[in-house]
């Protein structure tokens, strides 16, 4: 007799774990992510651990680029926005618009790198006024010599992303001085490997793309000093490699935090940060608290 | 002096066949050449596990299994919907419309549309299916736009296939006291359907290999789900693989011909398919 009840007493007890621990587990609904490609292999593999631990949670990635994520996420057709470059006025006029509040959550730093084909030996350091020169809308530069007297009278090639990406936001911002200002005859691809193969086989080739892809083309291109300071983990982080070090983001509309697959979502985001972040080819930040704390405001 | 004319004759007839020879023999030649980079490549990844896993961050583990389940969805979605159209409207513009100044436009029109860059498409899809008719990132928002997309080029072929009826056959038909419905379905489609279908052939190669109108009407890049029903969100094939080149690590070029190779054997599993389904047919008539 006894023996039986202490069998019921644990079936019981055995039920009420399961249940319990199937009610932590059971998460279910959508996270949809769009935005920037320069965000996507941070938010790619957080989607990819996250799927794993919550297979009934469904999280979506696209890439529309930073502006193009925007469009969908101040109309409220996206709960999250990648983002290389910070939210513009015009952008945020359309959500209040729509009613729509968001916040910031700083994901990891980037650094937009310069490189140049390995054969070039003699631009290893370029200043900001040089780039600028070499950038900048009507420039009258079209030889290295151009650049410094002393360099090979070769016609310079130049490579960069399009207009539709954060990061010729970004360095025409930091190198010219106005968002969106370039000169327009270089070679211009939204896809980094066919700047990477267009410099790589181009001695007298310069172009600039995000850290990541310098990282995994180390063996291909050579990164040029930006007065003086190469971009790496550490000068990225402590702001020495300035003003190409930039911060890149996800944008969370307020409201979706409140469902928990999101809150969860948002979490394991900047509880793997410091893990996964690196393995991206980014820079992790030094903590991630701060925006956990947001999450723990919002939710 | 006749037997020379006779010779040169023969000579400029061996000249030509073998110019056009040689110019099958280049087409097939690039082919070969595209197939080979392609499938070489492509077979270092291409094993069972690539169908049944998911998209990865790590070369050695990503899969093609929401591309090809979101590809064979649309695909499957958009046959009956551009066939029924398709057919439809070409009867109508051969058989019954009345010959005037508006049908010729319209038919200008249909002949114009099949010119459009396809990203044209992928706004119109946003617009519209997506935006207006809330139709949403959607399986079915997806299947329409690339419908819309080959709709001219079927409706164009299917004129012309209607149009190549032989007329004997149709004066058969009414000497018999058939009327014209009975003709039309009788004897006009069934003559003409191995020519629409080739039209109709061209028209499914095309929609599976698109990416822009996809992209632009908001298709997905990143899921690590199938669709389960019209109204789910999805990816395509060819939107899997722009990424996988895309992305900084160098082994997702293996993984992006692996890919390639797999969309190559569904085109040509689907063209098969279709090609048996054109000779059964003609084989009636």
Known sequence: ?299 | MLARKMNKRKLIDKFFRYIFLSFIGIALLVLAVLLYDVFSAGIKMLDWDFFTRFDSRFPEKAGIKAGLFGTLYVIALMIPFTLIVGISTALYLEEYSPKNKLTNFIRLNIANLAGIPSIIYGMLGLGILVRTLALGRSVLGGSLTLSLLVLPVVIVSAQEAIKSVPASLRNASYAMGANHWQTVSKVVIPTSLPSIMTGFILAISRAIGETAPLIMMGALTFVMFTPEHIMDSFTVMPIQIFNWTSLPKKEFELVAAAGSSVLLIVLFILNGLATFIRYHYSSKY
């Open chain 1, 1 to 299: 007799m006894k023996l039986k009840r202490l069998t019921v007493v644990i079936m019981v007890l055995v039920m009420v774990v399961f249940s319990v621990s199937s009610l932590a587990v059971d998460l279910e609904g959508t996270v949809k992510i769009d935005g920037s490609s320069t965000v996507y292999p941070i938010t790619q593999a957080m989607a990819e651990e996250f799927s794993y631990e919550n297979p009934r949670v469904r999280v979506t990635v696209g890439v529309s680029g930073t502006g193009g994520g925007f469009e969908k996420f101040t109309i409220g057709e996206t709960d999250i926005s990648d983002a290389s470059r910070p939210i513009k006025d015009s952008e945020a006029a359309i959500a209040a618009e729509n009613g729509i509040e968001f916040t910031k959550f700083v994901v990891a730093y980037d650094g937009i790198t310069v490189v140049v084909n390995p054969e070039n030996d003699w631009a290893s350091n370029l200043t900001v006024d040089e780039l600028k020169k070499i950038w900048e809308p009507n420039s009258s530069v079209e030889t290295w010599s151009d650049v410094r007297p002393e360099w090979p009278d070769e016609e310079i090639a130049l490579y960069g992303p399009g207009s539709d990406s954060g990061t010729f936001d970004y360095f025409t911002e930091a190198i010219v001085g106005e968002s969106g200002h370039s000169r327009a005859d270089y070679t211009a691809s939204e896809d980094d490997n066919v700047l990477v193969q267009g410099i790589a086989g181009n001695k007298y080739a310069l172009g600039y793309f995000g850290y990541a892809y310098y990282i995994e083309n180390k063996d291909l291109l050579n990164s040029v000093a930006v007065d003086w300071v190469l971009p790496a983990s550490m000068t990225i982080e402590n702001g020495k490699y300035s003003p190409l070090a930039r911060k890149i983001f996800i944008y969370v509309n307020n409201d979706v935090v409140k469902r928990l697959e999101v809150e969860a979502f948002l979490r394991f985001y900047f509880e793997k940060a410091q893990e996964i972040v690196p393995s991206t080819g980014y820079v992790a930040l030094s903590s991630y608290e701060k925006q956990l704390d947001k999450v723990d405001e919002l939710k």
